[in-house]
């Protein structure tokens, strides 16, 4: 399995804040969503990895270059999304073409008109008159415009109503499926992770909590509601704990199941509730 990415090491301090060894890497052919709640260090570990900021230590290398030394031959490779708009408010369709396609030897203008249309994207308009949501969509436009075989993406899917954020779910699922090329995802928006994400990578405070498949961290955890009362060993086993006169809910690790009242039913845990009860600090007792 040939790695597209990969992060070992990783640290940076900004102020009272650090990336502290932050290691994970992205196989070929997959989608790898990025979460963590604000402040947990996700936009600096892409802004690393772009070379837009200088790491302290630990190495990245994409399509196996280390990607400091080598920053023209990856960013050939690369489609990147990032959470705010460098084009400039005058330009119109065409003059963010002809400013973009000089950087990429592969440009496809063909591949980026047909995706301004798949956007519904006026090609007159300029870029002021565009929605915050639409403009993203153009950014994505250009990421996939240039035979990239990396996806970067920081929030590609805030601003956009539910019908466009399936839409790019969906263009961002087809891109994958050529076994060539990976995409790391980085959202808020847990439920689109949910419907294309294969591995997850999980960051708090500037660690890594874990890296895995998204299978595996869904196989792992648990939703269990209870009518009875619980000890406080028993507490310790659950995460986003609400108890009521009716009795608890929260999530536990399935392998930490028989410790709980044997009178407890199980459900199914979504991504959201556990990635939710894990940015709150959650990490239950197996």
Excluded at 119 to 145: N, Y
Excluded at 180 to 193: A, Y
Aim: a negative charge; glycine letters at 8%; one cysteine or more.
């Amino acid at each position: 399995m040939t790695d597209l990415l990969e992060v070992r090491g990783l640290c940076k301090r900004y102020g009272d804040f650090a990336l502290q060894d932050v290691s994970f890497s992205l196989p070929a052919g997959y989608v790898m969503g990025f979460v963590g709640a604000n402040g947990a260090g996700k936009t600096t570990v892409i802004k690393a990895i772009l070379s837009l900021i200088q790491r302290e230590a630990g190495e990245i290398r994409l399509f196996g270059l280390e990607n400091t030394r080598n920053v023209e031959s990856v960013h050939q490779q690369i489609g990147a999304v990032l959470d705010s708009n460098y084009f400039l408010g005058s330009w119109r369709m065409a003059d963010v073409e002809k400013a973009t396609a000089p950087f990429y030897q592969s440009w496809d203008s063909a591949q980026f008109h047909a995706l301004l249309l798949r956007f519904d994207i006026d090609p007159k308009k300029r870029v002021k008159e565009l929605s915050h949501g639409m403009k993203m969509k153009l950014s994505l436009a250009v990421a996939l415009s240039h035979d990239a075989r990396l996806l970067i993406l920081d929030e590609p899917t805030g601003g956009l109503d539910s019908a466009s954020r399936q839409e790019v779910c969906e263009i961002l699922r087809e891109f994958a499926l050529d076994e060539r090329r990976s995409v790391l995802f980085s959202t808020h928006i847990v439920t689109d992770l949910e419907k294309i994400a294969d591995y997850i990578t999980f960051l708090r405070a500037g660690k890594i909590l874990f890296t895995e498949t998204k299978e595996a961290l869904l196989e792992r955890y648990v939703r269990v509601k209870g009518a009875g009362a619980l000890d406080a060993s028993q507490r310790g086993l659950l995460f986003g704990l609400h108890e009521s006169a009716a009795g608890c809910t929260g999530l536990a690790q399935a392998a930490a199941l028989q410790r709980l009242p044997a009178d407890v039913l199980t459900e199914p845990a979504t991504l959201e509730e556990i990635v939710v009860c894990l940015e709150k600090g959650g990490v239950p007792d197996a």
